[in-house]
């Protein structure tokens, strides 16, 4: 099983080394076998997104290509191909819902030093949350709180941007479905997707206990190889 890692890969960078443990972890739980790789914003297109089973949109922003790592996140959300996210990836998932689905003029991300008039969707929270492990409470009918069998969990932050609070309730099918105590969004879902699941926070693992995210993932990606398998072979 092939999953694109789109982001750009800093070696001795934390969430990046985590993002790698998140997914061995999960796959030596699941006796699965697992090709993860590191594809550079600069260079997503078409054919080089082709290859994959299932996408995971990295921490680590502002990408070195942002159109990219927009490219990628709308490709597999047109080929309902599982795709998940954490930190930066929570951030551009919500960018590019806003700007491809809900057409907001301008939807911008504050990171980038978009032009004045722009639509803020995202902007730096006045809340410091990096660096700080924080409860979340989670929507009982979601995807998150089934992979978790919770709705009350705690993760680790290593971000500074999230959703504008005037955008929270205008992200038309792209629901929040994970908020912490303030009620500001850090998990966002799409429902009509197979898998499509993005978080503020980056989930943290280690081989003697899995995360429940990267369990869920690897199953979503897992039975989408097979489903494109058996249609490839009628």
């Given at each position: ?12 960078y934390e969430p990046h080394q985590v993002t ?51 490219f990628a996140i709308r490709y597999a959300r ?38 004045p008039g722009s639509a803020l969707v995202l ?112």
């Amino acid at each position: 099983m092939r999953i694109g890692l789109i982001g750009d890969f800093i070696a001795g960078y934390e969430p990046h080394q985590v993002t790698n443990d998140f997914f061995a972890h999960a796959a030596a739980h699941l006796n699965l076998p697992l090709k993860s790789t590191w594809l550079p914003t600069a260079e997503v297109t078409a054919e080089t997104l082709q290859p994959f089973d299932a996408f995971w949109i990295t921490p680590g922003s502002p990408y070195r290509n942002l159109d990219g790592a927009l490219f990628a996140i709308r490709y597999a959300r047109e080929r309902v191909l599982p795709l998940g996210g954490a930190c930066a990836g929570f951030q551009h998932v919500v960018l590019e819902y806003a700007q491809n689905v809900l057409a907001i003029p301008n939807a911008a991300h504050a990171e980038y030093d978009p032009p004045p008039g722009s639509a803020l969707v995202l902007h730096r929270m006045l809340c410091v949350v990096a660096g700080k492990e924080l409860p979340i409470t989670l929507a009982p009918d979601s995807q998150a709180a089934r992979a978790y069998a919770r709705t009350n969990i705690v993760e680790r932050y290593y971000c500074n941007f999230g959703i504008n609070l005037e955008y929270r309730h205008r992200l038309g099918a792209l629901q929040v479905t994970g908020w912490d105590a303030a009620d500001e969004p850090r998990v966002v879902e799409l429902p009509t997707h197979p898998y499509y699941v993005a978080t503020l926070f980056v989930p943290q693992s280690t081989l003697a206990s899995p995360h429940p995210l990267a369990i869920s993932f690897l199953n979503a990606a897992h039975h989408s190889q097979h489903k494109a398998a058996a249609t490839s072979s009628s």
